[in-house]
């Protein structure tokens, strides 16, 4: 009883569920998997890792991903199709290293993927690359989107508009900007001040670039506080993912260096939007990353650990397991989901 009094105090209301998890993909590293349904079927498009033999160090060097591989399923119990290497470093004009979490959007009749990348000055940029199938191959544009900065672009439709969420903060580079522009030194907000934002922007009619300047995704408290930097059990740290749930607009995220997976509700995309609570407790590895997706009627988190690789932070392996919701919208906390 004591376990549990502590587990809600912490918003964590654990799910009463036998479904396990299920690895994807068990002879590679896949991590941050995004997940939509085109044409009928379960398209995962994740991140590749791989053992490049760059040193672990605190700018995430080491997760030195140079392509990206689709999946497609047409039963969430059923074969994993790999449709192969879709893009690589190497045929992308602006690259200089390491593809970070990417995602994929449909408009009139053409495919998106919108990937991070470092430039050639080290900055992350965010690019865009086509493709006429979902499991592409997508051909790059030859200039990272214009204004773009930070990581983990992850887009979401709405009534025919679509909304790019994005940014990370420590090796995703989003500390280093205020109000859409560089600082000149790199300044992370006080414990007690306002904690960095997630941001969004509708995309333009083309898709092509931001059809207006990034705002901040504002996270309150109950009480209307905006949680602050220094609340590191619940401020976003980088990971961004929305969806809509009876009506309700679901922001959820990661939560970094405290590896929670938490979730906010609001009655727009553009928030602000409401602290609710753990969607799921850390798991093996540093990064915790997913995305949440309906298929058959059904509601599924995608997700990674590094349980098969024995733990190293950027070999991890994709995931998926069943989410559950309480009469009263809330996500049921999946917890121990590591085996
Ligand atoms: O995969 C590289 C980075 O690790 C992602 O962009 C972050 O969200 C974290 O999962």
């Known amino acids: ?77 059923g074969e994993v199709t790999d449709h192969g290497v879709v893009l690589t470093v190497k045929d992308i004009p602006w690259a200089g290293r390491q593809l970070w979490d990417s995602d994929v959007a449909f408009k009139n009749g053409k495919y998106y993927m919108y990937f991070p990348l470092k430039d050639r000055n080290d900055i992350f940029r965010i690019g865009v690359a086509i493709s006429d199938k979902p499991y592409g191959s997508f051909i790059s544009e030859k200039h990272p989107m214009l204004g773009s900065y930070s990581i983990d672009p992850c887009v979401f439709e709405d009534n025919g508009k679509h909304y790019m969420y994005f940014g990370g903060i420590w090796g995703g580079q989003l500390q280093r900007y205020r109000n859409n522009k560089a600082l000149e030194s790199a300044a992370t907000p006080a414990d007690d001040e306002p904690s960095i934002c997630s941001k969004i922007a509708q995309l333009s009619d083309d898709m092509m670039e931001f059809g207006e300047q990034p705002r901040d995704i504002v996270i309150k408290d109950k009480d209307g506080k905006p949680l602050l930097q220094g609340d590191t059990q619940r ?36 928030g602000p939007f409401v602290y609710q609570g753990v969607i799921m407790t850390p798991v093996v590895g540093w990064t915790t ?3 949440i997706v309906e298929y058959n009627g059904k509601w599924y988190l995608f997700y990674h650990d590094s349980v098969p690789s024995g733990g190293k932070t950027w070999l991890r392996s994709m995931k998926v397991v069943e989410l559950e919701y309480n009469p009263d919208g809330t996500i049921k906390t999946l917890d121990g989901m590591n085996q």
């Open 1 to 77: 009883i004591k376990m549990a009094d502590a587990d809600l105090k912490k918003g964590n209301n654990r799910a009463n569920t036998t479904r396990s998890p299920r690895y994807l993909v068990p002879n590679d590293y896949m991590a941050d998997p995004a997940a939509h349904v085109f044409e009928g079927k379960l398209y995962i498009y994740p991140s590749h890792d791989w053992e490049s033999g760059v040193e672990e160090n605190d700018n995430g060097d080491h997760f030195n991903m140079k392509d990206y591989h689709v999946f497609s399923m047409q039963d969430i119990n």
């Open 289 to 291: 990353h997913h995305s």
């Open 235 to 270: 401020r976003f740290f980088e990971a961004s993912w929305v969806h809509k749930y009876n009506g309700k607009y679901y922001f959820s995220y990661s939560t970094g260096d405290t590896h929670n997976l938490c979730y906010a509700t609001g009655d727009n995309p553009y």
